[in-house]
């Protein structure tokens, strides 16, 4: 089996879910032909990463990205839909990057971790109609266990707009969730174990160190860690390059340093409690160690605000509680993640079966009918009381 992947290159979770995802697939003896990533300004060390981790081409291309205030740190709706709509011709054209590598490559099957521009390959590009997945926890939020924030109307719009697109006319959407859930089948979704390394999993720490790792990708999360610790706390800070981190210097106690996957790895399996924000896959990671878990939902960023809530409902992690511990199976969940192997093989596998057969084009126009379908009547639900989505 031949494979391609597309990955969203914002963060980096959908890359950590992607070098998973290989490593499942290279045991069980398919080849990931090529990694294409979104290629985003002033995250090198991203695609430095994948190509490290990853033992195949890995090529960019220009991609829609969130972007940030330079003064608050938080994610800016209004530029990111902004920059959008004035690059959506540059974007566009970076369409024909990925089908010329799914046609040079001869690929069986394109699975799209989250990316804009995968959807929109799906939409008008896959003329040779190749089997399309898509793969991300966003697509859980749909799921009728998961309740959304409330007040949020326009980015709980915005965000099942984003999803909609990025599964357009997918074959099957694969929806990652923290646990196993009754319905695991809706529509063309599936709820699916977390994509974890393996490396995390062999991993075994035979002592408990008194410490807390955090991770402060923005500079208010430093001043949310200060207000949040004790002043006798020892604490590991991990930051980005671009932080500055003035204010830290100001507590003896606490650790720099530049965040790099494997030391950030060994800091976590060794560390009391984890503070960080609130990834899909760094909660995952956490919470497979056992790990106490405190998370910071990036500011005016919807989609970190849905994990917190789902993170919350399942027990896993909380926002800014000092004390607060798990109350989740823990074995329960690593069972759920350690299935993750023989559920995506399955799921891949049957993918390409049923794309073969004869009647796989005229469901292939329904699913993506009803996935656009569904959006607008969700976002029209808080509108239209009546207007009930019961595709």
């Known amino acids: 089996m031949k494979v391609i992947f597309v990955v969203q290159g914002e963060g980096r979770g959908h890359m950590t879910q992607a070098i998973s995802l290989k490593e499942i697939l290279d045991k069980a003896g398919h080849e990931v032909m ?43 709706l209004v530029r990111t839909i902004t920059n959008g709509i004035l690059h959506f011709g540059r974007f566009f054209s970076n369409l024909r990057v990925i089908k010329d590598t799914v046609d040079q490559y001869e690929a069986d099957v394109v699975i799209n971790f989250y990316d804009l521009l995968g959807g929109f390959y799906n939409m008008f590009l896959n003329h040779s109609k190749v089997p399309f997945i898509a ?7 749909s799921h009728k266990s998961f309740d959304y924030p409330v007040n949020q109307r326009f980015n709980k719009m915005f965000l099942m707009l984003n999803s909609a697109i990025t599964s357009f006319m997918a074959d099957k959407v694969l929806a990652l969730s923290f646990k196993e859930e009754q319905v695991r089948n809706y529509g063309n979704k599936v709820v699916m174990p977390p994509l974890i390394r393996e490396r995390i ?18 500079p208010y999360m430093v001043e949310d860690l200060m207000g949040w610790s004790k002043d006798d706390d020892r604490i590991k800070c991990y930051t980005s390059s671009q932080l500055k981190s003035t204010t830290l210097l100001e507590r ?21 409690q984890v503070f960080t924000t609130s990834g899909f ?18 500011r005016n960023h919807y989609e970190q605000l849905c994990n917190a809530h789902d993170a919350e409902r399942v027990g896993i992690a909380f926002r800014m509680s000092k ?8 074995e329960c969940f690593r069972n759920w993640v ?26 292939l126009a329904t699913n993506g009918t009803k996935s656009i379908s569904l959006a607008i009547l969700n976002i029209l639900k808080p509108f239209y009381p009546s207007c009930r989505p019961t595709l």
Do not use: W
Request: aromatic share 8%.
């Open 281 to 298: 896959e760094s909660i995952c990671e956490a919470g497979y160690l056992g790990k106490k878990i405190t998370i910071v939902p990036m």
């Open 323 to 330: 004390d607060a511990e798990q109350n989740m199976d823990i």
């Open 252 to 272: 003896h106690n606490i650790e720099l340093k530049k965040i790099h996957p494997e030391t950030f790895l060994m800091d976590m399996l060794y560390c009391d």
């Open 34 to 76: 090529c990694c294409l990533i979104g290629q985003l300004k002033g995250e090198e060390n991203n695609y430095n990463l994948l190509k490290e981790q990853l033992s195949c081409p890995v090529k960019t291309f220009a991609s829609p990205n969130i972007y940030y205030s330079k003064k608050t740190g938080h994610m800016s």
């Open 135 to 141: 793969v991300a926890h966003q697509y859980f939020l």
């Open 338 to 363: 350690d299935k993750s192997p023989s559920e995506f093989l399955r799921e891949i596998k049957s993918t390409i079966v049923d794309k073969r057969r004869p009647n796989a084009i005229k469901k």
């Open 201 to 218: 999993k062999q991993v075994q720490a035979q002592t408990k160190e008194d410490y807390i790792l955090a991770y402060c990708s923005q």
